[in-house]
């Protein structure tokens, strides 16, 4: 192989997108010339601001200047000195989260008492990054009428799907399921003040709940992550505010009430005496105040804040919240050393919390739920001259909820099926996610080596997190029943899990500047392990089941052995990104992206040994017709009992894991161009493409009858066609053969695939001359392949007719409150707009439109069980061909200043949410064998106004 072909594959290698991942701050970048473009050096240059030190830095050879790690703000200045040249003041530059300011300043000569002072304008393009983001700032998010959640911003971010329709608050309290870019939403990353509390156990989600008034600034990374992003999945990062040299805060007041609710539940949902999705009453309300301590030396911001949220589901039952969040931030500036200490408390509870899709369930099967997080971090910035920068942080967050049925736990929760709907009480549930995170960062610049410039970057990370959760039915019995029909009782015992995962991350890259191209080169490693810890599981002692048939079927208390899985993911991700001036005046520049991003790790290696559980089945014939469990209506069906597994789970656990398991890979391909029509004014339009491939999967294993019953992976030909409903076949293992073992091994998926596609445009107007606008529009399409037959393990939805193989890719949403709808829409539509009238008034709004869901039907045949002993079920058409109706939701704000002197300023604030009041279908029950087929389970919540009070100094 040439040399060349060598060089040429290790620029590939290397090669990625620039800004950080988990950030919380920007940098301003620049280069002084003289009129004739000459650079400049020895130039002093000052930066002064109302967060920060003032800063000082001197001109390099090539007459570059460069600060680091700034505090988002729009009141930095910079000054330029030098013998023989006038004085050069740049005033109110504004600078973003995870957005690079490049100025070109020019210097002309004359005495330096002579002072030309300019009014910054900032670039609206970014030219040293590829990375698709959103920024919206505290002005936007105190002005713009949103429901004052963060999953409410994330839904104008280009790019996202989420999964519920929140009017004026009427979903606050319970967070979003979200996703985008192909990718489930299990690789989102959260990240506060730069550090990563993405949870450890519902990876993807967010551990905690946030005050909307804590942020400064919100940034959403929706592709081409640079490398100090772990995943492809969408990056969110807040950054809370800081201190500065004068006092700053503020209060505020927000009040929703049904009483500012107009009505549009549909005519279908009256006659079955349901009445909608609305809002009871919401209260906002809190403070916030930052300061210095010591001037330019020691600063301090603290908030508190509370939203209790109250809410009304489709079967007329409340729904409250209390959201309470203290924050408290310290930030020092000692020589060289710039220090903070960030400190939050976050309590959720909650009365009422619905499980997935149970939106019919009545109010004593929900949960009531509780449980304080807290974060704890520090974190050191060193500047060692201009040219190198060192960061150190770590965090504590020791984190963890519970689920407490409303009834109690001395029930049985009834569940129909069919209808969907479960009663009398619920499952519990408890969980304690305690986590450690630190991270190393480095920065360097070399000027004019090996004939560019390079900024050189490196990163260190660590995560540990240890998840302890046990769970289970009421008093272990869950009656089921089917149409209004009982046929079965399964009697649990309670089980649980405690495991650990571990991750340490190294990244490199290489920023290289020549001429009009800046090339982004480097690589991350990453390496994830763990396994499973001791843990006892006690159980619950029943009097029913102490005599049934003369047998006591009450479960003992269980011991899981700890054990360390046999696989270590390690994974090197390389990205590939370029931005090149096309005009050489910084306005229009083509941008490119190439990324191969790997997985996080999650819950599901610990569940592949989720043994310490275990269920007893009985026939129920209710024989008083009374609807009630009674011990004389259970007749003995079988036992599924995997408790002498756990206490073996140390010597047997290589059986059930693969030790080559590696982590699901994603490869993206994003090419664009973004255009600076005026200083503040610029548009933008992408192409991107993904491929999601190298799965992992839990495949079945059974017990081979005819050798002897051994144990082993499920085969293809262990299945026959069992039946059909409404002529669409299923399939199920040939018993003649093998047996379902319950039981199934952790292993590489062979074959299967996804692929992704999108253009995008997007448009961003900053808040200039009055007015601003922010928007995007995204076609997409994503599928899903089943090439082979290995693809798949049970036939039934491919055989004979593939429902599946190249149709649309939804994820269902799960997990997070009622929604269990299947996401994926075909283009989005975002905008967000504010103007500024006479008199101090604004008039602000926002507008979200989407492609309806995808709404499959289903059907089950309740006359024949299938392997898991659950009803034989099968997709009725193909994957993709019904969707909910399109969905469009548009809020007004209309708003009043009072200036307050030198006091400050109020705002007098007027908000209407749903303004043409939509009742369009947002989930439907969409089982054919359900008495309540097609019956509508959620609509938009009707139009409804907020009025808030909010002081600012």
């Given at each position: 192989m040439s040399k060349k072909i060598l060089l040429g594959l290790g620029i590939l290698i290397f090669l990625f997108s620039l800004t950080y991942a988990q950030v919380r701050t920007g940098n301003i970048y620049g280069t002084v010339t003289d009129p004739e473009g000459v650079p400049l050096p020895g130039v002093t240059v000052t930066l002064t601001g109302g967060k920060i030190s003032p800063m000082v830095a001197v001109t390099s050879e090539g007459g570059h200047f460069r600060f680091l790690s700034l505090p988002p703000a729009d009141d930095y200045t910079l000054t330029f000195e030098l013998q023989g040249f006038k004085k050069v003041v740049r005033e109110n530059i504004s600078v973003r989260v995870g957005v690079n300011v490049d100025l070109n300043i020019v210097m002309e000569m004359g005495k330096i008492e002579e002072e030309v002072i300019v009014v910054a304008q900032t670039?609206?393009?970014?030219?040293?990054?590829a990375t698709v983001q959103a920024n919206v700032t505290r002005d936007a998010l105190q002005t713009l009428p949103t429901a004052r959640d963060p999953w409410v911003i994330l839904e104008l971010a280009p790019g996202v799907m989420v999964d519920r329709e929140n009017v004026g608050g009427s979903e606050s309290g319970q967070q979003s399921n979200f996703l985008g870019r192909g990718d489930s939403g299990d690789n989102a990353q959260w990240n506060i003040d730069g550090v990563n509390i993405s949870d450890p156990a519902a990876v993807g989600a967010s551990p905690m709940y946030y005050d909307y008034d804590m942020f400064e600034e919100m940034n959403i990374q929706t592709a081409a992550n640079d490398v100090s992003a772990m995943t492809g999945g969408i990056i969110i990062n807040f950054v809370t505010p800081r201190g500065g040299n004068k006092f700053a805060g503020g209060a505020r007041?927000?009040?929703?009430?049904?009483?500012?609710?107009?009505?549009?539940?549909?005519?279908?949902?009256?006659?079955?005496?349901?009445?909608?999705n609305k809002v009871h009453s919401i209260y906002d309300?809190?403070?916030n105040i930052g300061g210095p301590i010591i001037k330019d030396k020691l600063w301090f911001w603290g908030s508190w804040g509370v939203q209790d949220i109250n809410q009304i589901t489709i079967t007329g039952d409340r729904d409250d919240t209390d959201l309470k969040n203290y924050n408290f931030k310290l930030n020092a500036q000692l020589g060289n050393h710039r220090l903070e200490f960030y400190f939050n408390h976050n309590d959720k509870k909650k009365y009422g919390r619905r499980r997935t899709g149970g939106y019919l369930d009545s109010i004593e099967a929900t949960w009531d739920q509780s449980g304080p997080g807290f974060i704890f971090k520090i974190q050191d910035e060193i500047t060692f001259g201009q040219n190198f920068f060192l960061s150190l942080k770590g965090s504590r967050l020791p984190m963890g909820f519970k689920l407490e049925p409303k009834a109690g736990r001395d029930k049985i929760v009834y569940w129909d099926v069919g209808i969907n709907k479960r009663w009398n009480t619920g499952l519990w549930y408890e969980t304690n996610r305690p986590m450690w995170y630190g991270e190393v960062f480095a920065n360097y610049f070399a000027e004019d080596f090996l004939g560019a410039n390079h900024e050189f970057k490196f990163g260190v990370e660590y995560k540990n997190a240890v998840i302890d959760s046990s769970t289970g039915y009421g008093n272990g019995g869950l009656a089921l029943l089917y149409n209004g029909y009982p046929y079965q009782f399964r009697f649990y015992n309670w089980w649980g899990q405690k495991y650990y995962a571990n991750r340490i991350s190294a990244y490199f890259q290489d920023i290289i500047e020549i001429g009009r191209l800046t090339i982004n080169a480097g690589?991350?490693?990453?390496?994830?392990?763990?396994?499973?810890?001791?843990?006892?599981?006690?159980?619950?002692?029943?009097?029913?089941?102490?005599?049934?048939?003369?047998?006591?079927?009450?479960w003992p208390a269980t011991t899981q052995s700890p054990y360390d899985y046999p696989f270590t993911w390690n994974f090197f991700s390389p990205r590939v990104g370029f931005i090149y001036d096309i005009f050489g005046n910084?306005?229009?520049?083509?941008?490119?992206?190439?990324?191969?991003?790997?997985?996080?790790?999650?819950?599901?290696?610990?569940?592949?040994?989720?043994?310490?559980?275990?269920q007893h089945r009985f026939r129920w014939t209710d024989l008083n017709n009374d609807l009630q469990v009674q011990a004389n209506e259970l007749t003995y069906l079988f036992t599924i009992d995997l408790t002498d597994l756990a206490e073996q789970t140390s010597e047997i656990g290589d059986t059930y894991y693969d030790p080559n398991l590696s982590p699901e890979k994603t490869m993206e391909i994003l090419i664009g161009i973004e255009h600076e029509l005026s200083p503040d004014f610029g548009i933008g339009v992408n192409f991107q493409y993904r491929k999601l491939y190298d799965y992992n999967w839990s495949k079945m294993l059974v017990y081979d009858y005819l050798q002897g019953s051994i144990l082993r992976q499920v085969q293809n030909d262990d299945w026959v066609q069992a039946g059909q409903i409404f002529g669409n076949v299923y399939w199920d293992l040939d018993y003649n053969k093998v047996g379902y073992s319950w039981t199934d091994y952790l292993t590489k998926r062979p074959d299967y695939y996804q692929k992704y596609w999108a253009i995008e445009f997007i448009f961003k107007k900053r808040l200039t001359k009055k007015w601003m606008l922010d928007g995007s529009f995204t076609y997409q399409d994503h599928r899903v392949y089943y090439p082979t037959r290995d693809s798949y393990q049970d036939p039934t939805d491919h055989l004979p007719v593939d429902k599946l193989h190249g149709q649309p890719m939804a994820y269902q949403a799960a997990g997070s409150g009622a929604s269990n709808v299947f996401m994926n829409s075909r283009w989005l539509f975002k905008l967000a707009a504010l103007y500024q009238l006479p008199y101090g008034f604004n008039i602000s709004g926002t507008l979200s439109a989407r492609d309806g869901f995808i709404s499959p039907t289903y059907a089950e045949d309740t006359t024949y069980y299938k392997y898991n002993w659950?009803?034989?079920?099968?997709?009725?058409?193909?994957f993709g061909s019904t969707r909910d109706p399109a969905v469009i939701l548009i809020n007004l704000r209309l708003e009043k200043r009072f200036k307050l002197g030198d006091f400050g300023n109020v705002y007098l604030s007027a908000d209407c949410f749903n303004v043409t009041n939509s009742s369009v279908r947002l989930a439907r029950h969409r089982n054919m064998t359900a008495a309540n087929y097609n019956q509508t389970l959620a609509i938009m919540s009707p139009r409804i106004f907020r009025f808030g009070i909010r002081f600012e100094f």
């Open positions: 670039p609206i393009v970014d030219t040293k990054k007041f927000y009040w929703t009430d049904k009483k500012f609710q107009s009505e549009n539940v549909p005519s279908e949902l009256k006659e079955l005496q349901l009445v909608g309300y809190g403070l690589i991350r490693y990453d390496r994830q392990w763990g396994g499973i810890l001791e843990y006892t599981q006690e159980s619950p002692t029943v009097d029913m089941m102490k005599n049934i048939g003369g047998v006591d079927y009450n910084g306005k229009t520049l083509l941008k490119g992206n190439f990324s191969i991003y790997g997985s996080q790790f999650d819950a599901s290696a610990a569940w592949t040994m989720w043994y310490i559980y275990g659950e009803f034989a079920s099968v997709w009725t058409e193909k």
